[in-house]
């Protein structure tokens, strides 16, 4: 008998989830059949972050692409809002009712009335950039801020004049490893082994955060301050540096401005102030101080969980005080390392891929990203309605606050949805048009890291299944549909390798498209030595690390680090409770696999998890059903007695699909998120929401 012969190749490819790792893979794809078919996809081993290993969620990517629920046709609405029923067009037919309908929106309400609402299921420069160039001619309202990393980054830049930091991979070189706010063994998974490796050589591991987090587990040392209180405990910690004259005056004087200033600013910071505020033991604070001072070098690792706070970019403006206050910036292995990633380094040239020039001058309406459910709902807030949203690589649904809000708008009749997308999702079932979309093993596209310095490759391994079409073929077809061609609007219309090598053409120099694609992944510019402030040179108006920042009391803000309660502090009598709704499912993180069996269901269903000690005082058992609520929506969940939250917190996981909550609500945790902005850089304070909690045979009139 023979046997059939088997033709493969291998594929060279880069993750491109929202996650800091962006690791390198490896496709192996059969040619044997009619159609190429990827038969296995595996780590790359010479890739110098991820090193071979991939992650339980893109272990099963095959399964994702191949899955038999993938959208791979246009779909049109046939039931109401949110009921999922839709039916098969063509393309042709999914364009002529696009292009109509926007062009009604256009022709009544202006272009400003059209929002795309583009997030981070494809953090590639084609998925998340090229449309980018349609909306600008178009006119459309953009987004302003983030639903992740903007307060982050304006919070350190606030500070030092740019996000740009240490290399993370330098902590191989740190003797005193702080991770603070990031649950690193679990989002940042692939960066572990870089901090073990310093263990072995004798470095000691801090971990502070407001839940025990698996990353905890694995401290030398762990710090647990209330949700939103780390700024106080910094205050502290500057504190001590100045009393005890742990400071690096010499540094200090030849690299910052307004020393004098601080120290006088936390003279009341005491341990004891700081430990009334966060419910760190003052002994603890005053052990940190010291360590931090002392044991060198040190690296301090955070990553954006933090920013989630309505003070959030204060959170990132204070930390970035701490290495500049020792001198930490001396020493390879030092410093702190944030997002720090190649959209730091501005190797690119994101004008080229973005054009704002074809903006041609005219202004479009701003929209906060974060409070997509007051856009959607009330308009007189916002200059006027939204009537056509389309949404590309999200799932708003699930992923922004306030959920209910968002609901309620997308069931509006009068708005007209296009959504682009793999699988019904949540946001999904409340859409005109659904158009299929690639997944990265189908698309070409570079992948800019946010995690690490590496720029990644991505080969596509396969044709498009079905009738999928990439991020930047979809816009193409939506220019199209609009009445754009190649010879009026050229621009519109580049393909994907032209639109690629005029972005890799950066201020630092032009990163070569045929090179990168034969090695798959190059280095973003770096000092060679590992030290990017040790002789300072910060790109701030003073050019300086700017402990007093005056241009903040211009925005409202104080001129130097100051702690400030959250403002749902102030509902503590009714809301007794602060909410935390963290990454913590190993087989998914964020929304774009919980829709999945294989990967939801072996995990443990989304529960309450509540402080022994608060469960005993509501009379709440483990497995127990608790309502959880505020004045935005509420949930009914089982119990989790655990001791990974303080006292007077609750956790509820995030990331699951909103059916996954089981209560009748057909809304997730972020029904109860609120969807205030961070005090500044466009953040969004997920966490500094409060709940209160019940049992739920408790009568909902008698626990409001």
């Not at 998974?189 to 971990?207: C, S």
């Not at 995990?603 to 402080?611: D, F, G, I, K």
């Not at 996954?660 to 609120?674: I, P, S």
Request: contains cysteine; negative net charge; glycine residues 10%.
């Amino acid at each position: 008998m023979s046997v059939p012969s088997t033709a493969t190749h291998t594929v060279h490819g880069t993750c491109h989830h929202d996650c800091p790792d962006s690791c390198g893979w490896t496709v192996t794809v059969d040619e044997s059949g009619p159609v190429p078919h990827a038969v296995q996809l595996r780590g790359r081993a010479d890739h110098p972050y991820s090193r071979g290993e991939l992650c339980p969620k893109v272990n099963r990517f095959l399964d994702r692409a191949y899955h038999p629920d993938r959208i791979l046709h246009p779909l049109r609405r046939v039931g109401t809002k949110g009921e999922g029923r839709f039916e098969q067009i063509t393309w042709a037919e999914a364009m002529e009712e696009v292009g109509r309908r926007l062009g009604e929106v256009i022709a009544t309400a202006g272009p400003g009335a059209i929002l795309p609402f583009v997030s981070a299921g494809n953090q590639s420069l084609l998925a998340e950039g090229f449309g980018q160039r349609l909306w600008h001619l178009v006119g459309a309202a953009r987004t302003t801020g983030a639903l992740c990393g903007a307060a982050a980054g304006a919070g350190a830049a606030t500070t030092n004049g740019t996000g740009k930091a240490a290399d993370p991979l330098d902590v191989v070189h740190s003797n005193l490893v702080i991770l603070w706010g990031t649950n690193t063994r679990l989002t940042n998974r692939h960066y572990w082994p870089f901090v073990e490796e310093a263990r072995a050589r004798g470095a000691e591991v801090v971990v502070i955060d407001p839940v025990r987090t698996l990353t905890a587990e694995s401290a030398d040392r762990f710090l647990q301050p209330h949700p939103g209180t780390d700024v106080a405990l910094m205050l502290a910690l500057i504190h001590v540096l100045f009393r005890d004259g742990l400071t690096d005056t010499e540094w200090i004087d030849a690299h910052t401005i307004g020393a004098d200033d601080l120290r006088a600013h936390v003279a009341t910071c005491t341990p004891e102030w700081a430990a009334g505020i966060t419910g760190v033991a003052a002994a603890d604070i005053e052990w940190l101080a010291h360590r931090y001072a002392t044991v060198r070098p040190a690296m301090i690792r955070t990553l954006i969980g933090a920013e989630h706070h309505e003070h959030g970019a204060m959170f990132f403006r204070t930390l970035a005080c701490l290495p500049a206050l020792v001198g930490s910036w001396r020493e390879r292995g030092g410093g702190f390392a944030r997002s720090t990633g190649v959209w730091t380094f501005e190797p690119l040239n994101m004008a080229a891929l973005t054009r704002p020039d074809l903006l041609d001058g005219h202004s479009t309406r701003g929209l906060p990203m974060g409070q997509l459910g007051r856009v959607l709902t009330r308009p007189e807030e916002f200059g006027g309605p939204v009537n056509a949203l389309v949404v590309v690589g999200g799932n708003p649904l699930v992923s922004a606050p306030a959920a209910g809000l968002i609901r309620q708008g997308l069931a509006r009749e009068d708005l007209f949805t296009v959504v682009h997308e793999q699988f019904l999702t949540d946001t999904a079932r409340y859409a005109d048009i659904i158009l299929p979309a690639t997944t990265h093993l189908e698309s070409v596209d570079v992948v800019p890291a946010w995690g690490h310095l590496y720029i990644g490759w991505n080969e596509p391994a396969i044709p498009p299944l079905g009738e999928a079409v990439s991020n930047s073929e979809l816009h193409r077809r939506l220019a199209a549909a609009l009445g754009f061609t190649p010879d009026t609007d050229p621009a519109l219309f580049d393909d994907d390798l032209t639109a690629l090598r005029a972005t890799l053409a950066g201020p630092q120099g032009t990163i070569d498209l045929d090179q990168l694609r034969a090695d798959g992944f190059v280095r973003a510019p770096f000092p060679d030595d590992g030290r990017p402030w040790a002789d300072g040179g910060f790109p701030t108006r003073s050019g300086r690390v700017e402990l007093r920042c005056d241009l903040m009391e211009l925005a409202g803000q104080p001129v130097l680090p100051t702690y400030q309660p959250p403002t749902e502090d102030g509902e503590a009598a009714r809301f007794p409770f602060r909410l935390m709704s963290p990454k913590q499912q190993t087989r998914f993180l964020n929304t774009s696999y919980s829709g999945l069996a294989a990967h939801a269901g072996r995990e443990q269903p989304p529960a309450l998890e509540v402080a022994a000690a608060d469960a005993a005082a509501l009379g709440l058992a483990d497995g127990a059903t608790a309502r959880v609520w505020n004045d935005r929506g509420e949930l009914t969940l089982p119990v989790r007695i655990t001791a990974r939250v303080a006292p007077g917190v609750v956790s509820v996981p995030w990331g699951w699909w909103t059916g996954a909550y089981g209560d009748g609500t057909g809304l997730g945790v972020n029904a109860l998120t609120t969807d205030a902005s961070t005090g500044w850089g466009g953040g969004v304070a997920y966490w500094s929401t409060r709940v209160a909690v019940a049992a739920a045979s408790m009568r909902a009139s008698s626990s409001r």
